[in-house]
């Protein structure tokens, strides 16, 4: 079983701080990461994708990846109430995983006025 | 960016009746298209895989004959839950990727919300 763990949270910031979510996941041959953003009864939405290891950043969203020690993040500039949300972690399983993603259960992130 | 769609978006029926849940994608050809189904408050769980001309690959625990899954097509894949029960009520959820060798994402559909009663 290929596993992706994120901490459920809720994670609390206030407006206008970073936010810090981190995901790790247990298939070493996993190349591609991505970031989901899924608001209450609506499905996840795409926002940041990465498959070296560094930083990738757009606009307030900075994903990082660490393939050695198997982590993901994702920091959130400047959040606004508008970046409350549960952000779930993707990470595309290999050639005998049928290339599907496995995603973690997600981090619900309360930006607080 | 891609789009891809699900229709219907919401469906409420009586208990026996089968359901079909359609997804496709726009503005690409998609060779593999995935189901997933979520619970309230919980994560999103793979049902199966659907390639296109081929026969669907299923999740351990996800009974085929009761989710049958047809994908004709390049750009359609569908989804029927047959004698559906309200056990089954949840959110349905397809997404369609360019195929298994590539690297990039998944797009979502919007979700059909099923409520069996």
């Known amino acids: 079983q290929k596993e992706v763990e994120q901490n459920s949270g809720p994670l609390s910031v206030p407006e206008g701080a970073i936010a810090s979510l981190n995901c790790t996941y247990s298939d070493r041959g996993s190349q591609s990461f991505f970031w989901y953003r899924q608001y209450s009864g609506k499905s996840p939405e795409l926002i940041m994708s990465?498959?070296?290891?560094g930083d990738k950043e757009d606009g307030r969203f900075t994903a990082q990846l660490n393939k050695a020690s198997q982590y993901v993040s994702l920091l959130i500039r400047d959040s606004q109430p508008s970046d409350s949300a549960t952000y779930l972690c993707a990470v595309r399983g290999g050639r005998n995983s049928g290339y599907a993603l496995n995603f973690g259960k997600g981090t619900s992130l309360l930006v607080t006025p | 960016g891609a789009v891809v769609s699900q229709h219907p978006s919401w469906v409420i029926c009586k208990s026996g009746t089968s359901v079909k849940i359609e997804c496709r994608s726009l503005?690409?050809?998609?060779?593999?298209m995935f189901w997933y189904r979520q619970f309230p408050k919980q994560s999103l769980m793979l049902m199966a895989t659907?390639?296109?001309?081929?026969?669907?690959?299923?999740e351990q625990g996800v009974e085929k004959d009761k989710f049958l899954i047809n994908h004709a097509s390049l750009t359609l894949s569908t989804l029927t839950v047959t004698s559906a029960h309200p056990e089954d009520s949840s959110f349905y959820i397809c997404?369609?990727?360019?195929?298994?060798?590539?690297?990039?994402?998944?797009?979502f559909g919007d979700g059909t919300r099923l409520s069996i009663l």
């Open positions: 503005d690409f050809q998609a060779t593999t």
């Open positions: 997404s369609a990727g360019a195929g298994p060798y590539s690297n990039q994402p998944q797009h």
């Open positions: 659907s390639n296109e001309g081929s026969k669907a690959t299923y």
């Open positions: 990465i498959y070296s290891n």
